[in-house]
């Protein structure tokens, strides 16, 4: 058995340009006739503007400080800025820089050659927000700036964004997937019925890691990625054909995924994929606020994977981030 802990953070969107005491409807870009006492040192709480480099300071000081005990870290993305502001539209240079800063802030806070840190792609992180396309540019620059993390980014990374990392070698290892592809909101990439789109690619790819895989005995392989197969309130977040591939790949594959880590809707949530047919052929997500939740700890002895999203860095709610103890 494995046990042990590990950090997942996610969509720390930093913004260099956030000014304290900014009108919270500039973004936090400009001052109002009147200094806002909405937006402070560490952001503006539950408003649109993004995270001051003060709060992403005092996240990393915090890791360093407090979370020393960890094996690994997988962050799910979204690291720089909305691009919302029309008065201060984000060039690629800053979503360049924004990778960069945030890479360092990982290296400082940890030892990453001996702390595995593992981060994905989301939907804010390339050069147009949502669109994110086959050998998309982005991928080559993470690449550059991932590459001391001595990552296993093959042609599957440079090509489609996604990749397998083992973190405890042999009994470990991590399936990251680019869920930009699946993303009802890119518009850019068909979905995974169109048998040469980027999706449907991706999701052939998937299931021959997870078949290959579920070959090893004792070997667990942990998902993650940016956006979640559903919201917070159980709607769709996947284009259509991609969903019900995907749902049943999660339950096909239960006993081989040992964990499923998401971000993107700043909410901690814990989600469910349970078998809807006694055969157990066909499977359907449990959202945690469904109507169904209150009946949730009856169902979760089904539970043929369970998928947990993590809350923000992003002061959309409270800043917030995840700590693990696994035993798998």
């Known amino acids: 058995k494995l ?9 720390i969107h930093i913004d260099p340009n956030y000014l304290e005491g900014a009108d919270p409807d500039s973004f936090c870009h400009k001052h109002g006739k009147k200094r806002s006492s909405e937006s402070g040192k560490y952001g503006a709480l539950g408003t649109d503007c993004d995270s001051p480099e ?43 820089n924004a990778h ?15 702390v595995p840190y593992v981060p994905t792609i989301g939907n804010n992180d390339a050069y147009d927000h949502n669109d994110v396309t086959k050998n998309d540019k982005i991928f080559k620059k993470l690449e550059t ?4 993390l001595g990552l296993n980014l093959t042609s599957a990374f440079s090509t489609g964004g996604y990749y397998v ?11 990251n997937l680019n869920t930009m592809y699946f993303y009802n909101k ?46 917070d309130d159980g709607s769709k977040l996947y284009k259509s054909n991609c969903y019900s591939q995907y749902m049943n790949l999660l339950g096909k594959y239960g006993s081989t995924i040992s ?36 009946h949730m700890k009856k169902q979760l002895g089904k539970t043929s994977v ?3 999203n993590a809350p923000s860095v992003i002061p959309k709610n409270n800043p917030a981030l995840r700590v693990y103890t696994y035993n798998t």
């Open 100 to 114: 960069s800063t945030v890479m360092k802030y990982f290296q400082t806070a940890y030892d990453t050659d001996n």
């Open 145 to 148: 700036i991932w590459k001391p």
């Open 3 to 11: 046990n042990g802990k590990f950090l997942h953070i996610t969509d």
């Open 259 to 294: 964990g499923h880590f998401t971000g993107h809707t700043n909410n901690d949530n814990l989600n469910a994929i349970l078998p809807s047919s006694s055969k157990g052929k066909s499977y359907s997500f449990l959202a945690a606020d469904d109507s169904k939740a209150k």
């Open 306 to 308: 369970g998928l947990f």
């Open 165 to 175: 990392q083992d973190v405890i070698k042999g009994k470990l290892t991590i399936v």
């Open 54 to 96: 003060a709060l992403v300071d005092a996240t990393f000081n915090f890791l360093k400080e407090s979370i020393t005990d960890i094996d690994f870290i997988i962050y799910t993305g979204d690291t720089a800025r909305h691009d919302r502001d029309d008065d201060m539209p984000r060039s690629q240079s800053e979503v360049v």
């Open 186 to 231: 890119n518009d850019d990439v068909d979905d995974c019925s169109s048998s040469s789109s980027a999706a449907a690619i991706e999701m052939k790819w998937l299931a021959y890691i997870l078949q290959r895989y579920s070959k090893k005995k004792g070997h667990q392989l942990y998902l993650m990625g940016h956006v979640p197969p559903i919201d």
